[in-house]
């Protein structure tokens, strides 16, 4: 099997009301939920040798490969965090660190040329590098899908310009379906011939489905379950959760009903990750 690759920020995450310091990020969640699945794949991210241990032990703990150059001089990536009374978390003061000026290394940039595929969480600095290898052909071959947040960054005309480097999109979309925001983002999936997943919260789940053999579009529906931690975290455990499906049956509606599951799975926890993940 080709190599997977995981590609995207870790943060040092300061829980202020607890003192308390944990390895977080997009990627870091993602990461973990595959290795709890037992997906093989490599993570290419970076942090600072201020708070690497904090990343490092995690790792470890789980059986997590990262690329050698993960710690680099400087600053970890971090974002104040406060647990609110409705169980949501506020984060304020985001300090980019190490992911301030991001550039892959040549020897990263050969790791991706030779990789089968490649999962993207598409902050700027990752969607920026994503950008650049696809202009310089070094994407030719990779299957490149890409987690688009609440794509709070994001135009249509952007969004358009990444997915002609990738095969699948997810967006976790914090509105409504009919929103012409989503209206345009179904037209550059079927214009491009792309699959794009729009998950609408305990709303649904929208299918855009633009490749040439399909060209259809479904409204999922989700059936809705009591939060008893956060949502927060929500999102990368579907989308963890639907690749992981995708690429065993390429079966897109096995892959929403398995993102569906574990994004409720999600919901007992009070933060991204189970505690245990942290202990």
């Not at 992911?99 to 600095?125: I, K, N, Q, Y």
């Not at 897109?252 to 919901?267: C, F, I």
Request: charged share 20%; with cysteine.
């Amino acid at each position: 099997m080709s190599e997977t690759l995981l590609f995207g920020p870790l943060s040092v995450d300061r829980y202020l009301d607890e003192q308390r310091i944990l390895p977080g990020g997009g990627a870091l969640n993602m990461a973990y939920h595959w290795a709890q699945r037992g997906v093989p794949f490599r993570l290419l991210s970076r942090i600072g040798d201020d708070h690497a241990d904090v990343f490092l032990g995690f790792l470890e703990r789980h059986g997590i490969q990262a690329l050698p150059s993960l710690v680099a001089p400087g600053v970890s990536a971090s974002i104040d965090v406060v647990m609110r009374a409705d169980r949501q978390p506020w984060m304020d003061h985001f300090v980019e660190g190490v992911w301030g000026g991001f550039h892959l290394t040549p020897d990263e940039e050969s790791v991706v040329r030779a990789a089968g595929r490649m999962h993207c969480v598409l902050v700027d600095a990752v969607a920026d590098e994503v950008e650049r290898l696809g202009a310089a052909g070094m994407l030719n071959g990779v299957e490149v899908s890409g987690d688009f947040l609440s794509f709070r960054h994001y135009s249509v005309e952007r969004f358009a310009g990444t997915m002609q480097w990738l095969t699948i999109a997810v967006i976790g979309w914090p509105g409504t379906a009919d929103d012409p925001v989503v209206r345009g983002v179904r037209d550059v999936a079927f214009d491009q011939g792309k699959l794009v997943i729009v998950t609408l919260g305990a709303d649904g789940v929208l299918v855009l489905d633009g490749r040439p053999d399909v060209r259809e579009e479904r409204f999922v529906p989700v059936q809705r379950v009591e939060v008893e931690g956060t949502t927060v975290g929500c999102g990368d455990a579907f989308i963890a959760a639907f690749l992981a499906e995708w690429w065993s049956t390429t079966d897109v509606d096995a892959a929403v009903e398995a993102g569906k599951a574990a994004g409720a799975a999600a919901t007992r926890w009070a933060r991204p990750l189970p505690d245990a993940a942290f202990a």
